[in-house]
């Protein structure tokens, strides 16, 4: 299994980023999908998830800004966020599998949010 973020930065308060994940190694196209983050000094946060057949969920915090997608043609997660916080800067992992059976995590992609 092989899992590669993208995507991360340095953006200003209210702008919007799309992390991507490049996924190999596996069965993508059949696969449960999550993003997860850990900002600074914080623990594990769970952000979303996307089943193989496309129906996503959302840790009750992120509904709104947050949008989970995938192109299983591209082997590819996406995780929209837009109207960016402060309190959204951290590492930002593509996770195979959902919240609860995670199966393998990328290294992340480091997302900061400051003017």
């Known amino acids: 299994v092989h899992l590669v973020e993208s995507g991360g930065g340095l953006v200003q308060p209210g702008g919007s980023l799309r992390l991507s994940c490049a996924a190999s190694?596996?069965?993508?196209?059949?696969?449960?999908m999550s993003w997860a983050r850990q900002g600074p000094g914080k623990g594990l946060e769970w952000v979303s998830g996307?089943?193989?057949?496309?129906?996503?969920y959302y840790a009750d915090s992120m509904k709104g800004r947050f949008t989970i997608s995938r192109a299983n043609a591209k082997n590819t997660l996406y995780l929209q966020i837009d109207s960016l916080k402060p309190e959204d800067t951290a590492y930002y992992y593509c996770?195979?599998?959902?919240?609860?059976?995670?199966?393998?995590w990328g290294q992340g992609t480091q997302v900061i949010v400051s003017s």
């Open positions: 996770v195979l599998g959902t919240w609860s059976n995670q199966e393998d």
């Open positions: 190694g596996f069965t993508f196209s059949s696969s449960a």
């Open positions: 996307i089943h193989s057949d496309g129906i996503t």
